[in-house]
């Protein structure tokens, strides 16, 4: 960062010594500011002579209009023997792929995808592991230009088909089975109904549990990873230059509330949005061991692979984070050497409730970041990471989305951490906290807008013609600024606090108050292993409820309610305290461990769930039917 802001100092005379000075410059100047980003990235393509052209509104600016370039000719700039890829699943399988190994294996999948008549604009999706294989087969899509989409194989039938049957893909990357908490999971029969739902023309199956042969005999229209590159041999690559909006990725939403939206996201605008975060605020280059825990229906699978963009090995590894033990993860970063380290919120608060000190029993000395995102990283896990995990590290909370396969406020390395905060606003994001009447706030909870384009944007939602459903997303509630849907505050040392999703906002008597801030309290009891806070209709108002899921042989009696509405009080406000507290064996999440209040309020108000495939515990819903104390005052 300190390297790019000496450069933006050298192109426009002025002095930005400070990361106030330095944002403030790079939303006002976006053409120079993203030319830079650019040159200073040092992306292979074409820029053209113009970086912006402003229309005057979010909608209407284009960045880069005549620029060429390819994502995967960018992601595959280094060679030679040193590692590109590290992957581990879980303690069964373990693979590394050289920069050379990792471009003929893409080479020979590019080839393999083009004999099947695969061409630019093209959808090949995949339902895989985060393994070496799907970031190959990702490449090679790229490479031909090619729109990759792709979920994890834990997601059931219904939510693969709902997602990949909007889109049509032409073909299919499958495991032939994955490894979870020391379990084989077999998947044949799931694939069946997958391939005959889609009716995909041809579906690839990738070993991973040694039963390729066998799946692929089953299914039809499909080949094994093997047969499919058999007739090719490594060649010297070739990368299709498409315009900087041409899609590169479709991601999904949770589609918890419904069939999941298609969110097309553009090649130019991802790629530049990602080597800014992975070089200047995350300090990773040249060198670098990065590892992201995630999955491949995550979007921070699309940005941990970006991570080869600026000369990063990528750490990959699939499974359970807690097998066989707790330590898992910790014993493969320091066995790595991990540079960067990203997790969720949700792990960080497991590891410290399981009582695990990395800290003492890990040499985690190579590890320069910690990034922590999915939700709120609340006060006390910032703690514990400096505690617990590691005392000299960046510990960088972020926060962004689907919606922009990116950050709008992450980590600032010219910055203190503090607390329970996130540092910034991303360089080149316009971003601001306002009110319900659309004014600006300071020092109270509103909504994180974004007032600027910004080049990760999504170009589009699939199937959305008109672009209404895209303006309905983002634009209604501020007409012609970005509404991302979280709940918000800047803080009095100017980072933010993000306090849940608006959506999920309580309002009791009116007043808003974010579900974050009652877990941040609630979870570190020793009593709680986790909650779920909804806001239920009462009586012509709404009224706090909250679920929690006691320690295993910790009873919820009136004693820990008593302890829990004290704790809520104190730490937060008298508006805070749930009118009611009970307790339920499971909470229901997302497959990337997401909470999904949403859901249990529709549960709770006995209306119906619309799209349960995409919830990981879809079960854990019936725990909220019919609840009689929820029927009485």
């Known amino acids: 960062m300190t390297a790019f802001a000496r450069a933006a100092e050298e192109r426009t005379g002025r002095s930005l010594e400070s990361y106030e000075a330095l944002h403030a410059w790079s939303i006002t100047d976006r053409a120079t500011f993203w030319r830079l980003v650019w040159d200073h990235c040092g992306v292979v393509g074409e820029p053209g002579g113009t970086a912006l052209v402003e229309a005057g509104d979010m909608l209407g600016d284009r960045f880069f209009p005549d620029a060429r370039l390819n994502v995967a000719e960018n992601l595959l700039r280094s060679a030679g023997t040193g590692e590109a890829i590290v992957f581990r699943g879980e303690d069964r399988v373990e693979t590394r792929l050289s920069h050379d190994e990792l471009r003929s294996l893409v080479s020979r999948l590019a080839q393999a995808l083009r004999a099947e008549g695969i061409v630019a604009g093209d959808r090949v999706a995949a339902m895989m592991p985060n393994m070496a294989e799907t970031v190959a ?298 009110n319900e009447e659309g004014r600006p706030v300071r020092g109270e909870k509103g909504d994180l807008v974004c007032t600027k384009a910004f080049t990760a944007m999504p170009v589009a939602f699939w199937n959305d013609p008109d672009g209404a459903r895209y303006r309905a997303a983002y634009f209604e509630t501020f007409p012609g600024v970005w509404c991302h849907g979280d709940f918000a505050q800047w803080s009095e040392s100017g980072g933010i606090v993000i306090h849940g999703r608006s959506d999920a906002t309580l309002n009791p008597q009116g007043v808003r108050i974010g579900t974050a801030e009652i877990y941040n309290i609630v979870e570190q009891m020793e009593e709680i292993t986790e909650a779920i806070c909804i806001g239920q209709d009462w009586d012509g108002d709404v009224r706090v409820v909250l679920f929690v899921r006691p320690k295993a042989g910790t009873a919820l009696d009136a004693a820990l309610v008593q302890r829990i509405r004290t704790a809520i009080r104190q730490g937060a406000s008298p508006r805070h305290v749930p009118a009611k507290v009970l307790a339920v064996s499971d909470i229901p999440r997302t497959k990337s461990g997401k909470i999904v209040e949403l859901a249990v309020r529709e549960v709770v108000h006995g209306r119906p769930v619309k799209n349960k495939d995409a919830l990981a515990n879809p079960e854990a819903l019936d725990l909220f039917v019919g609840l009689a104390e929820l029927q009485e005052a």
């Open 137 to 434: 087969a990702m490449l090679a899509a790229a490479s031909i230009g090619a729109v990759w989409c792709s979920c994890s194989p834990d997601f059931g039938t219904r939510g693969v088909t709902d997602r990949f049957g909007q889109i049509e893909p032409k073909l299919l990357f499958v495991p032939d089975g994955y490894f979870y908490g020391g379990k084989t999971i077999r998947i044949a029969e799931k694939l069946g109904e997958i391939v005959a739902a889609l009716k995909i023309p041809k579906t690839v199956v990738v070993p991973y549990i040694g039963e390729a042969s066998d799946i692929a005999a089953r299914l039809p229209g499909a080949v094994t990873l093997e047969a499919f590159l058999a007739p090719f041999q490594p060649a010297e690559l070739s990368f299709e230059r498409l315009p900087f909006a041409h899609p590169l990725y479709i991601l999904f939403s949770s589609g918890t509330t419904g069939v999941p939206k298609c969110i097309v996201h553009s090649a130019g605008g991802t790629l530049l949005q990602h080597l800014k975060e992975h070089r200047l605020h995350s300090g990773s280059g040249e060198g670098s061991r990065v590892f992201y825990f995630t999955t491949c229906g995550w979007m921070m699978w699309n940005w941990l692979v970006s991570a080869l963009g600026v000369g990063a090995t990528l750490l990959l590894y699939d499974g359970s984070p807690f097998h066989p033990d707790g330590n898992a993860i910790f014993d493969y970063i320091a066995q790595e050497k991990a540079t960067f380290f990203g997790t969720s919120a949700k792990f960080i608060d497991a590891v410290r409730k399981e009582g695990l000190k990395p800290i003492e029993t890990h040499d985690l000395s190579s590890v320069e970041v910690v990034a922590s995102t999915g939700s709120p990283l609340s006060p006390e896990s910032f703690d514990f990471v400096y505690a617990g995990i590691k005392a000299d590290v960046h510990l960088a909370s972020i926060s962004g989305g689907t919606d922009i396969v990116s950050c709008f406020v992450l980590g600032v390395p010219w910055l203190p951490v503090r607390e329970g905060e996130i540092q910034g606003a991303g360089l080149g994001m316009a971003v601001d906290v306002w």
